[in-house]
């Protein structure tokens, strides 16, 4: 499940806490964040992304939105976006660009739909839920991502095996 929702600064001392347990390999730079934009207790996005310098060149970033409930002095996970593909070009700041016709190893996220998945065999294509077995897109922790694809990186197995997904 993803971090703590209630509220800032539960979800940031999850936060804090595995970030200062992740272990980044020295091929690993952090070229944005990881930023929080905090507007109250109850609204905040984070935003992170990390890039790997040998081959493949590659990038991991990460995008939550969270904002109140309606009625209830709780927030909840409004938008979310993970993605892990190869580095097709750079910003003139050093941070990837990006095209929704990229290559992607992996891309999960709600934009625009419901949690739906993005296959390394196509990343137009946008797979829902019910095609997806062993994996709740919506319950997918950034960290629990994060580990796959440095997992997979180390491994050279596919995302799909590291998240412990299969596609119907």
């Not at 992170?48 to 002095?73: M, N, Q, T, V």
Request: hydrophobic share 35%.
């Amino acid at each position: 499940m993803p971090g703590p929702t209630d509220d800032y600064l539960a979800y940031r001392k999850w936060f804090d806490a595995e970030y200062d347990a992740l272990r980044l390999p020295p091929n690993c730079t952090e070229a944005e964040g990881p930023t929080f934009n905090y507007s109250n207790q109850y609204t905040w996005t984070l935003e992170w992304c990390l890039l790997f310098g040998d081959d493949p060149k590659s990038y991991i970033r990460i995008r939550e939105h969270f904002a109140k409930r309606a009625g209830l002095s709780l927030s909840r996970r409004i938008s979310f976006a993970y993605h892990y593909g190869p580095i097709v070009g750079l910003d003139s700041d050093g941070t990837p660009l990006r095209n929704p016709a990229d290559p992607v190893f992996v891309r999960i996220d709600n934009v625009k739909q419901a949690a739906h998945l993005h296959p390394e065999r196509d990343p137009s294509e946008h797979l829902p839920q019910s095609s997806i077995r062993d994996l709740v897109l919506d319950a997918v922790d950034l960290f629990d991502f994060v580990r796959a694809a440095l997992r997979s990186r180390e491994t050279g197995r596919p995302m799909a095996e590291e998240l412990g997904y299969h596609i119907s």
